[in-house]
């Protein structure tokens, strides 16, 4: 019968669509997966004052396990830089001010 192969031909491209959605979410996924490391950059511009572990407090710094800075006020303060604190916001990305900022938040 005729319509029972239209349907057939109507689910196969209803599979192919269902299979390119799913392709592109795994890219999405993909591109999620290289965001930028906070504890790499943390390491590279912030440990001089900072420390390791985020207490060394040099150059008058705050010590970072006693923060109750949010999220959100951490990355304004890391892009536009407090006092003796360099500004980031010519250095760093968005995002890398974000995932680095993110990372000031484990210290405890
Ligand atoms: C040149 C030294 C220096 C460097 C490098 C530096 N900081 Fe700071 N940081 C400071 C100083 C000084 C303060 C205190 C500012 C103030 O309130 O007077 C501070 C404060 C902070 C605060 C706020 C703490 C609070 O409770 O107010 C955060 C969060 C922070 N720094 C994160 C970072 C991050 C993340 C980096 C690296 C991207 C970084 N800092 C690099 C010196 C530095």
Redesign the pocket.
């Known amino acids: 019968m005729l319509s029972d192969k239209l349907l057939v031909v109507f689910l196969f491209l209803l599979l192919i669509t269902a299979c390119g959605n799913s392709a592109s979410q795994h890219s999405a996924a993909a591109l999620g997966a290289a965001e930028p490391d906070g504890m790499a950059?943390?390491r590279k511009?912030?440990?001089?004052?900072?420390g390791a572990d985020g207490k060394l407090g040099?150059?008058?710094?705050?010590?970072?396990t006693?923060?109750?800075?949010t999220l959100e006020?951490?990355i304004s303060?890391?892009t536009k830089?407090?006092?003796?604190?360099?500004p980031?916001g010519e250095?760093?990305t968005q995002e890398e001010?974000r995932a680095?900022?993110a990372?000031?938040q484990t210290f405890k």
């Open positions: 950059i943390f511009y912030c440990i001089a004052c900072h040099l150059n008058g710094a705050k010590d970072l006693q923060t109750t800075l006020e951490r303060l890391v830089g407090k006092n003796m604190m360099t980031f250095i760093l001010i680095v900022a990372y000031t």
